[in-house]
């Protein structure tokens, strides 16, 4: 085991910038983001990988930045929920989430936008079933989960259209 | 003065709007008050008690002190003011002094350079206790003999209605049902725990930055431990991740407030772990109620005796006002005439229990509809005929014999339900369960929420409207946006009132500096308070609109005619006969005039209090009935929904996607209390300490939802909107309940019906798959 403040310096890319940094080797990559970079939208709701709130993308796969370490994205990629859109140019996603109602009060929904990206990239055409399951790592306390099923319904048809069209 | 708009003419009010905060919500760029970080900024811990009840005999701190890192370390004897919060009575020590009486007692505050140091330093503080039996059961505690948690005694508060003669009508019925009903302490689990920063400002005074549901509210309960003018302290609530009552109450603001006062200026953050947000934070009131219903052979009720006993803890916080909404609402949305309702609030060492969306109805609701369905059952009735034949209409007489003027759509939301298609198809959706050792069955219940404070109790709301550069506005309503999404509605009502695009209001909440006090949001009262305060603050925009054009127009106001968001001359005038209200805003500033205007508004009340119970009854309700389909395995006890039918009268509908989206996420708390949701505490101790072992429903477990809205407009109201935010998530309970005893033959009165207890019960009735 490490000791507590032994420290490190890691390399990371967060949302396309390169940070080098010296972190503690027991911060938690949920702090790092947010209290290091800055990058808030990033919750943490539960400390203990039950939420979900923390989500975020390594090398384009969804972990919970709540049970990672720092250390651990030490020359990899890393995504957060500012790295998807932005309020002036939302992802299809995004837009999803607001144009169906998939958010209230809006805590938990970073990380449901970022399992969905995850998810949606390794099966853009998925059936509710499947959206359940992707999703069920996911806690929201507000919506009852309907508005954000026909979010991610919604933009899963949108980007089939698009395909289609893309290949006429 | 008032604004009228022809219902045909609506744009707004009724459609699907987006919400007004969702590019920033679905972002991440919204920053909540746990989100902010600073250079200087210094962390703050709670030192909770170490036993549920014990008594307090030296408290030090010099270690603590001492350590490096450490800035200030404080205990009762730094409160300035009154050691004390709570939001009717204020029993709660603020950090405790003599004794604790909970888990979640506060003894000593630190602040430090770092999180951690912070955390060390608690370990430090010595405290000395002397540990004490805890008193744990409610009906144990109301006994001479149990020890007495507070001077006045362990019940807090009791309520008492009695109407006709029910000794006498029980006598005369036909069949009497009779049970007793546990319902569990259900915790809010907002994913934002609780938190938020203060600062002590240059000028002397404080800015206090904490989610809250009642800024003005926080304000006071601050500056009274203080000591200080509320003047002084500026307290920000909003935005909010998530409330649901939880943080109706005081939580982080007041220690923040006192840690402020010892960091030389430099800003304090509390964010509170899961952990200590489980142990601190207050819960639903579990309830015991033993409920005896009789009717008739025809179906009509004619009395129902009540005693309930709900626990609110070690504090007061609302328990008074849960018990007393508990009883107001003990006979469900019907007439019953011969009534003896009695309820009990009672201290304990059980942590604290407070305000909950739904708050007390839950637990009675459960029980009124369970008497109902076994007395329509003994009489071979269907169940939805015997609720449309004994449910009140408007202009008829409650339960709490007080006649109820207001819009009333429990009827309709019942004729609803039958016409359904889940309903109408019973039969064929049972018959096809998944596997052949599951079962299915469908259930239907029905309740009521009083919207607003009720009577004898101050229930006002303000606005504020001003005109901004470019004709845009900012819309000011206190009362915060917990996630409901009131503050579209705001938006919505303001537009259609100042006939202009949604896009062009701004709105402001929650802000005791930037908007007036508006109340609680509580009580499903934010739509119809705060619509109706933008509501009287609009004329008053619009009589400003029109002056300021009569004035450019150089003509009578008379003559102005305000129309599609512009404002016209009626009679020819030099140069343009037409204004914007960006012109009307550059005129007014060329001429360094006021634009801003603000409105007020008193809720109605009924007629006559019930009794001396204070806040009995309210003057307006929401009305709502479930269906639900449920899928029982008989081999484990587990319970599924499958589908659920929420059909809510909340009069006229202001934002149709908001509507949905409480009537959604209300079934599925609903569903979680039903079926899995209770905070363990055994002998004071929490034995729930995380999401890991409080099971909360996830996408798996969500139902297909239904919404079908019955809008039976109610003219008190905005556009004749009522309130919905509790009701949706009431009578669900019972029809999950009734469902799986369709499925079953079992009566679970005993929640959250979890495997366990639905494969025991099944088990002792014989209900086993044979395959």
């Avoid at chain 2, 259609?496 to 508006?518: K, P």
């Amino acid at each position: 085991m490490a000791e507590a403040g032994v420290r490190k310096k890691i390399s990371v890319t967060v949302n396309g910038v390169k940070y080098e940094r010296e972190v503690n080797v027991r911060t938690l990559l949920s702090d790092f983001l947010r209290r290091e970079l800055g990058l808030t939208g990033t919750h943490v709701g539960c400390e203990q990988g039950v939420c979900g709130a923390c989500t975020i993308l390594i090398d384009g796969q969804a972990i919970r930045s709540c049970l990672t370490l720092a250390v651990q994205a030490d020359g990899r990629s890393v995504t957060t929920i500012e790295g998807i859109g932005s309020p002036e140019q939302l992802h299809p996603i995004q837009q999803a989430f607001w144009e169906n109602h998939g958010l209230q009060c809006g805590f938990c929904t970073p990380g449901f936008v970022i399992s969905a990206y995850a998810f949606l990239s390794e099966n853009p055409n998925p059936t509710d079933e499947e959206i359940r399951e992707a999703l069920s790592g996911n806690l929201c306390r507000c919506t009852g989960y309907q508005g954000i099923i026909k979010s991610v319904k919604a933009v899963a048809e949108k980007m089939q259209a698009t395909a289609v069209s893309n290949t006429k | 003065m008032s604004v009228q708009v022809e219902p045909k003419k609506l744009k707004w009010v009724g459609q699907r709007v987006r919400r007004k905060d969702g590019p920033e919500k679905v972002t991440g760029s919204l920053k909540y008050m746990t989100d902010y970080q600073f250079e200087n900024m210094v962390w703050g811990r709670v030192l909770r008690s170490r036993y549920p009840y014990a008594r307090i005999k030296r408290i030090d701190t010099s270690k603590a002190k001492a350590y490096p890192g450490v800035i200030c370390v404080l205990t009762h004897e730094d409160v300035p003011g009154f050691n004390g919060f709570g939001i009717v009575i204020p029993d709660q020590p603020v950090l405790c002094h003599d004794y604790v009486r909970c888990m979640g007692d506060a003894v000593a505050l630190v602040a430090a350079e770092t999180e951690e140091i912070a955390e060390e330093a608690l370990q430090l503080i010595e405290v000395d206790y002397e540990v004490l039996e805890p008193v744990t059961d409610p009906e144990e505690a109301i006994k001479d003999s149990a020890p007495k948690l507070h001077p006045s005694g362990n019940i807090h508060s009791r309520v008492h209605v009695k109407n006709g003669d029910v000794k006498k009508a029980f006598a005369e019925a036909d069949v009497i049902v009779e049970n007793t009903y546990y319902s569990p302490r259900q915790m809010h689990a907002f994913i934002e725990t609780e938190g938020g920063w203060g600062i002590l400002e240059e000028d002397g005074s404080l800015t206090i930055r904490c989610p809250g549901q009642y800024a003005f509210r926080d304000r006071l309960q601050i500056a009274r431990v203080l000591a200080w003018n509320p003047e002084r302290i500026r307290v920000i609530s909003n935005p909010i991740g998530g409330g649901f009552g939880g943080k109706d109450e005081i939580t982080v603001q007041i220690y923040l407030a006192l840690l402020a006062l010892h960091t030389g200026g430099r800003p304090v953050k509390i964010h509170y772990k899961r952990e200590e947000s489980v142990i601190a934070g207050i819960k639903r009131h579990p309830f015991k109620v033993t409920m005896k219903t009789a009717a008739k052979k025809d179906g009509t009720l004619v009395a129902n005796k009540v005693v309930a006993f709900g626990d609110t803890g070690a504090y007061a916080s609302l328990g008074g006002a849960v018990i007393s909404l508990a009883i107001e609402h003990s006979c469900g949305p019907y007439y019953i005439p011969n009534v003896d309702l009695e309820g009990y609030c009672v201290y304990t060492n059980n942590g604290i229990a407070g305000a909950f969306r739904g708050f007390g109805v839950n637990q009675v609701c459960l029980a009124i509809e369970q008497n109902i369905d076994m007395i329509a059952e003994k009489l071979g009735m269907d169940p939805i005929e015997i609720r449309k034949k004994n449910v009140y209409h408007q202009g008829g007489l409650s339960s709490m014999g007080h006649r109820v003027t207001t819009s009333v759509g429990t009827w309709k939301t019942l004729d609803a339900a039958e016409n359904c298609e889940l309903w109408k198809n019973r039969e064929k959706y049972k018959a096809n369960p998944s596997e052949p050792w599951k079962k299915r069955g469908i259930g239907v219940a029905t309740s009521f929420h009083g919207i607003g404070m009720g009577f004898g109790l101050p229930d006002y709301g303000a606005a504020t409207i001003e005109l901004l550069p470019g004709g845009r506005f900012l819309v000011g309503v206190c009362s915060e946006d917990i996630g409901q999404g009131n503050g579209t509605v705001f938006a919505i009502v303001a537009a259609e009132a100042l006939q202009c695009h949604i896009d062009d209001i701004d709105v402001i909440q929650g802000d005791t500096r930037r908007t007036i006090d508006s109340g609680t949001v509580s009580a499903s009262r934010s739509t119809y308070v705060g619509g109706n305060s933008v509501l009287a603050a609009a004329p008053f925009m619009i009589k400003l609109l029109k002056s300021t054009a009569a004035e450019i127009f150089k003509i009578d106001v008379d003559l102005v005619e305000l129309r599609d968001g512009k404002l016209w001359a009626k009679v020819p005038v030099e140069g343009k006969n037409v204004l914007t209200y960006a012109d009307i805003y550059q005129y007014l500033y060329e001429h360094r005039r006021e634009t801003k205007v603000e409105g007020h508004f008193m809720v109605p009340k009924a007629e006559k209090q019930i009794g001396n119970n204070v806040g009995m009854p309210h003057h307006v309700y929401g009305y709502q009935t479930h269906v639900v389909l449920v899928e029982v395995d008989t081999l484990t006890g587990e319970t599924e929904v499958l589908r659920v039918v929420s059909i809510p009268d909340c009069g006229k509908v202001i934002n149709l996607q908001g509507l949905e989206g409480q009537a959604e996420g209300g079934a599925v708390m609903g569903m979680g209390y039903t079926l899995y949701e209770d905070t363990i505490i055994e002998r004071g101790i929490f034995k729930t300490t995380n999401f890991t072992n409080y099971i909360l429903p996830t996408f798996k477990e969500t139902p297909i939802i239904e919404t079908i809205p019955i809008e039976e407009a109610e003219k008190t109201g905005p556009f004749g909107a009522k309130g919905i935010g509790e009701v949706v998530m009431i009578p669900i309970i019972a029809a999950i309940v009734q469902a799986i005893y369709d499925a079953t033959g079992v009566r679970i009165n005993h929640l959250p019906a979890t495997p366990e207890r639905v494969y025991k019960a099944m088990k002792e009735q014989g209900v086993i798959y044979r395959g």
